[in-house]
């Protein structure tokens, strides 16, 4: 089965360092999206891109945030600085967008971040 | 905007139970409403999907019915076996967009 890959699985780091989560998705799928997930919040949106282009980072606190893909097959999303706050487990999720009503969306592991 | 309500958890079911976790949204339009399942330490997997109203979704012996009536889409399943354990998202996508709006999700716990 083709995967969603997500690196780290596993960050911490201390306050006020910039942290880069990667996510490969699946060979051919055109919309990649970032999800973070909180006990609190549960899943929140973050980012979404279409053929690459970003077409809704709404979610994102723009301050400290940034989603990109520099290619069809890599979409990174980076905090400069973390703060506590951001612990979270980010997830990257990936389809084909005429397709995703009948299919849905294949997620990732997920990474999880713990900033101290 | 679109909205999707879940049940409150955990749900605590002896193996060989019902369930039914209730799912309820608020879309414009006729949007598609997924079932996805999430198991410890792991990502969201789609668990089922139904495309418009009436459509029954299944897998793995779990179910849910697209009620356009009741804007609902509940889970069900007739005996949970331990290895069900995990938490339950309902979604749904509308067709104006491609973002995919989740529930908060429903842990469900199964003990022997």
């Known amino acids: 089965d083709a995967r969603v890959t997500q690196t780290p699985r596993d960050k911490v780091t201390e306050m006020g360092q910039e942290v880069t989560m990667r996510c490969q998705p699946i060979?051919?799928?055109?919309?990649v999206f970032w999800y973070r997930q909180t006990m609190m919040q549960g899943l929140e949106l973050l980012a979404y891109?279409?053929?690459?282009?970003?077409?809704?980072d709404s979610g994102m606190p723009k301050d400290r945030f940034s989603a990109e893909m520099p290619d069809a097959t890599l979409a990174t999303l980076k905090i400069q600085p973390s703060e506590p706050r951001d612990s979270a487990v980010y997830f990257c999720?990936?389809?084909?967008?005429?397709?995703?009503?009948?299919?849905?969306?294949?997620f990732g592991s997920g990474t999880r971040l713990t900033v101290v | 905007g679109d909205s999707v309500t879940q049940m409150e958890g955990p749900v605590t079911l002896s193996e060989e139970a019902f369930l039914t976790i209730n799912c309820t949204y608020t879309?414009?339009?006729?949007?598609?409403l997924f079932w996805y399942v999430q198991y410890p330490g792991e990502g969201l997997q789609l668990l089922l999907k139904?495309?418009?109203?009436?459509d029954k979704g299944s897998n793995k012996g779990f179910e849910a019915t697209y009620r356009k009536e009741t804007t609902s889409f509940h889970l069900e399943k007739g005996s949970v076996q331990v290895s069900d354990s995990a938490v339950y998202f309902c979604?749904?996508?509308?067709?104006?967009?491609?973002?995919?709006?989740f529930g908060k999700g429903t842990m469900l716990l199964v003990s022997p």
């Open positions: 891109f279409r053929n690459r282009a970003p077409l809704d």
């Open positions: 979604a749904l996508t509308n067709s104006g967009y491609s973002t995919l709006t």
């Open positions: 999720a990936s389809g084909l967008d005429r397709d995703r009503e009948v299919k849905g969306y294949t």
């Open positions: 879309a414009t339009g006729y949007p598609s």
């Open positions: 139904a495309t418009k109203a009436d």
């Open positions: 060979l051919g799928h055109n919309t």
